[in-house]
């Protein structure tokens, strides 16, 4: 079985500091990673995520975030954070291959944003 | 064009009472997942329709049940609620349902029963 580990429930920047959201995971094969992001009464969007081919990966607002195989990691980057990035961010991994149709999620990292 | 809509937004019920909630994908879209957000379980998978056909089906007892019409709206059903099915309902879609293309959420549904 798949799992999911963000590290941290709870992550605060200042203002313009680098955002590292943390995550790790288990899987017998390597899976498609995915991070969503969800903000306050919203669903979840989309920001970036890996299935095959380079495993550095860009995705909207300035989100990237490196696929390491040998460490089981996914971690998002952003190098400069910006007031409206404060949202809650979830890390989710799936099988890879045809017949994926499920996603497996962490628990999910709140990010602050101190002005 | 218009996304993925949730009906309704809010819902109070009561304990033993059953419920449905619905989910619209985006036109084109022939996969709906539903998946439930609490705050100590997180996200969970519920199930996943295609072309009216549940494809896959998370961990949840019979009382969640779901079925998806011809014109690829969803509806999910849980029949006498518990508390503890207080939560929020996510509905997704996606063109074909593979994790790989990613999916497009609604704002969900927020469910609290009393």
């Known amino acids: 079985a798949q799992s999911v580990t963000q590290l941290g429930s709870h992550v605060s920047v200042s203002e313009g500091a680098l955002v590292l959201l943390r995550c790790n995971y288990s899987s017998s094969v390597p899976p498609y990673l995915f991070w969503y992001v969800q903000y306050p009464n919203q669903g979840l969007q989309l920001l970036l995520k890996?299935?095959?081919?380079?495993?550095l990966v860009k995705g909207i607002n300035g989100f990237e975030a490196e696929f390491k195989k040998s460490e089981t990691s996914f971690h998002l980057t952003k190098p400069s954070a910006h007031m409206s990035d404060a949202a809650e961010y979830f890390c989710?991994?799936?099988?890879?291959?045809?017949?994926?149709?499920?996603?497996?999620f962490g628990k999910g990292t709140k990010l602050s944003v101190i002005p | 064009k218009a996304g993925v809509t949730q009906t309704p937004r809010y819902l109070i019920k009561t304990r033993g009472q059953q419920v449905t909630l619905s989910c619209s994908p985006i036109?084109?879209?022939?996969?709906v997942s539903w998946y439930q957000q609490t705050p100590g379980q997180g996200l969970q998978f519920l199930f996943e329709y295609f072309s009216e056909t549940q494809r896959n089906k998370g961990n949840f007892p019979g009382r969640f049940s779901g079925r998806q019409f011809s014109n690829s709206r969803s509806e999910m059903n849980v029949s006498t609620l518990e508390l503890g099915d207080s939560a929020l309902y996510l509905c997704a879609s996606s063109v074909e349902g593979q994790t790989k293309y990613g999916y497009t959420f609604g704002s969900g549904t927020r469910l609290t029963v009393v």
């Open positions: 989710a991994v799936s099988d890879s291959g045809a017949g994926s149709y499920q996603l497996t």
């Open positions: 890996y299935t095959t081919g380079a495993t």
């Open positions: 036109s084109g879209h022939r996969s």
